[in-house]
């Protein structure tokens, strides 16, 4: 036999088990709030610019050949930098208590725009630890990339500060929490139909009619025995009222 729902026994079944799925969102929001607020450690990131220009190929100076040329060895130097030789040098320097592996994990390394602009930035619990690793490592590189590369000409555009104050990137509570109740209503929602589904019961006469595919011809209601023996007159107040009548 096959079933179809339509769209007024959707909502009635959402307003039937409505407090059942704000139940859960609530709780999947709050959640989400206690864990995002008390449990887990704020990242801080701090970056840090630098242009790198390759030695000119002729005595008339930079031509566009040479730009696209640099431009093309971006993700060349992007790798050099997130390598030992240039993480193996910041971390002895910092005396930082973590693996260069853990370190390379911290750092992000991209280009602007596709120019010779390199951005370095370092994601740290720490915000005065982060700026300055992102510092040492522009310093660094500045140094060794003359030894590792035909690079003459390597500046520091935007040194990495840590502002007071600073706002961490992660985690996000506000977000997290806007996806707790996305994700608390769509879990709520499918909860209310599996127990919609589950119930087999017979509450109405429509549930007999879908299940017997017959049509309902009447209905016995429920008495309540009890209240009807309470009306039921006694023969004391039958014979009062016996006598009564034949008095007047």
Request: proline share 3%; charged share 20%; aromatic share 4%.
């Amino acid at each position: 036999m096959e079933e179809t729902i339509s769209l007024k026994e959707i909502f009635q079944t959402i307003r039937k088990r409505l407090s059942l799925i704000i139940l859960i969102t609530v709780l999947a929001v709050a959640t989400a709030g206690v864990v995002s607020y008390f449990f887990l450690t704020p990242v801080y990131q701090s970056s840090t610019q630098i242009l790198v220009n390759q030695k000119s190929s002729n005595d008339a100076g930079i031509n566009q050949a040479d730009i696209r040329t640099n431009i093309e060895l971006i993700n060349t130097y992007n790798i050099i930098i997130k390598s030992t030789a240039i993480l193996d040098i910041v971390r002895d320097e910092l005396n930082l208590e973590r693996s260069t592996s853990s370190l390379n994990s911290q750092v992000t390394v991209g280009s602007v725009d596709n120019s010779q602009i390199v951005n370095v930035t370092v994601s740290d619990t720490d915000p005065i630890k982060a700026a300055e690793i992102a510092n040492k490592i522009a310093t660094v590189f500045e140094t060794e990339i003359t030894k590792i590369m035909n690079v003459d000409n390597v500046n520091i555009l935007t040194p990495a500060i840590a502002t007071e104050n600073q706002s961490p990137v992660k985690p996000q509570p506000v977000l997290n929490m806007a996806i707790a109740l996305v994700l608390g209503l769509m879990v709520g929602v499918g909860v209310a139909f599996l127990l919609e589904y589950l119930d087999n019961t017979i509450k109405t006469e429509q549930d007999i009619e879908k299940l017997l595919e017959l049509p309902v011809l009447g209905a016995i209601t429920t008495i309540n025995m009890e209240a009807e023996i309470e009306n039921i007159p006694t023969q004391k107040s039958m014979s009062r009222v016996r006598s009564e009548s034949i008095g007047s």
